[in-house]
């Protein structure tokens, strides 16, 4: 049943917040991994447990479970269960400075997927598309000298590749130019 799926993580993170502050799940370790260590196995199935006793018992005035578990009611009772966070799992969570670590990095990874997926936009587009724009934007006077080097490393593809960054600000200049009525034959 997703809804004790949904309620047993939603529980996990909030007993994480309350029992276990400044401490979250290494889901870098979990995602490389591709599995679950047995301490956390095991403190889902606890709270998985709590949360089906939940949802199966109804207030009174519920007959269909899937109502009630979109219950703001039901969310709270599921709260209140008495589910304590194992020592052992506290134990493996993550703290506070490796958060911080794990929060950069992924930033830094989304930094390098953003400019990767910036660079193989404007090398598809390729350099006729570029010099188009960059014809247009000439003659509609849109363009500042920093546009015009882009668009001239750009109109360039395959002999010179936009970096990165280039790739972006590029992607940037395509956006300002369709807002001013640039458009692909």
């Known amino acids: 049943m997703r809804s004790i799926v949904a309620y047993t993580i939603a529980l996990l993170a909030s007993l994480i917040k309350t029992q276990a502050p400044k401490r979250a799940l290494d889901l870098r370790s979990i995602w490389a991994k591709q599995t679950v260590s047995s301490n956390l196995d095991n403190q889902l199935t606890l709270i998985a447990k709590a949360a089906f006793d939940v949802i199966v018992s ?69 350099a006729a598309y570029w010099s188009r724009l960059g014809e247009w934007g000439r003659q509609n006077k849109l363009l500042s000298a920093n546009d015009e080097k882009l668009l001239k490393v750009a109109s360039r593809i395959p002999k010179a590749i936009p970096t990165d960054w280039q790739s972006v600000a590029l992607l940037s200049i395509l956006q300002r130019m369709e807002e001013e009525g640039f458009h692909t034959e």
């Open 58 to 126: 109804p207030s009174q005035g519920f007959q269909n479970v899937t109502e009630w578990c979109k219950k703001e009611i039901c969310w709270q009772r599921v709260r209140e269960s008495d589910v304590q966070l194992n020592r052992t799992f506290i134990r493996e969570l993550i703290g506070g400075d490796e958060v911080q670590v794990v929060k950069k990095d992924a930033r830094t990874q989304q930094q390098i997927n953003s400019g990767i997926e910036a660079q193989t936009t404007v090398v598809t587009l390729g």
